[in-house]
């Protein structure tokens, strides 16, 4: 399965550490379910004869676990395992994984016995030490908000809007340099993202033309269809988006979104001192928020702002030196005022 794997809060129990360990972390996960992630547990066979290959099947836990804890039974090889983890991850937090044989492309949950001293974390081992509940929870927390923040960051920006209070696109606008806002922000973001794609129908300057342009979805308009196209295309990583008007973003601000992501957090928008609202654009959007935003697709609901009304949003505000950042132009009479 690859190194790849250890970038995924996919935790391994080990069948060769006895019941100790898996009754241990069992303990665990009301834990994690109590501070709002959701959990998901697969007990995982390679061999059972007559089981159809990479099936997975719903499966009712024993006791309390039941009711807080999504468990699946799996048979199938590594390679299998390792795709049905990653679709668990797209609606989950974490991903447990139990089975008759140790499986190593996962992080291995260990015990120190004798001492956190005495034994180094490798690449594939994770040591819970053989202390409190307390101690492995805050491991496995810290580990997987590490994960998280390590998570390949793409940008989306908007350029589809019609403009028509300013009468002429805003993306296209130059600064004093002869610079469209869109060429600037893109720059701007280049060194701190994985990629960057456009969505929009909106013509572009020839030294962005080999940027991809995403597809707007069939009768959904506004941002909603960007961010939902653009998750639809790269499912697995976490996504910036962002709006074609905010002349004032800066490197500072880019950072701080980046470095904002909450554990349980699905979504994370920014909000100001102003009196305004959660800002759904230059904010930050984990893959699990799809889900979010197909939901509001097949209600009807454009409004991207009503991903605040959802559990797993988070509200990040927003320092007040760095709040100018989400300021937004839209008229002519607003232009005047950017020195840029």
Known sequence: MGASCLNLPVYCIPAGQGNELRENVYSLLPL??????KISLIRYDSLVAGAQSGACTS????????DIVAGYSFVGDEHQLLVQARELLRSHDLVFVEGEEDIKDFWQLTFA?????????????????????????ETIWTHAGRLQK??????CILIGGKSSRMGQPKHLLKDKNGTTW???VVRLLEPHVDGVVLS?????????????RIPDIPDVQGPLTGILSAMRWQPDVSWLLLACDMPHISEEAVRWVLDSPVLGGWAGLPTLTDGRTAEPLFARYEPQSKH????????GERRIGRVADFAKTKLLP??????????NINTPQELQSVDI
């Open 32 to 37: 994690f379910v109590e501070a709002g992630l």
């Open 59 to 66: 499966l009712n836990l024993e006791g309390s676990l039941s």
């Open 113 to 137: 016995h004798g001492g956190l001293q005495e034994k180094a974390e490798n690449d594939r081992e994770l040591i819970l030490g053989d202390g409190t509940l307390q101690d492995g929870f």
């Open 150 to 155: 390590k998570r390949p960051v793409w940008a």
């Open 182 to 184: 869109l060429e600037r």
């Open 200 to 212: 929009g129908k909106g013509s572009v300057p020839q030294s962005l033309a080999f940027l991809p």
């Open 292 to 299: 979010y935003f197909e939901k509001l697709c097949a209600m």
């Open 318 to 327: 927003v320092p007040e030196e760095l709040q100018f950042a989400w300021s």
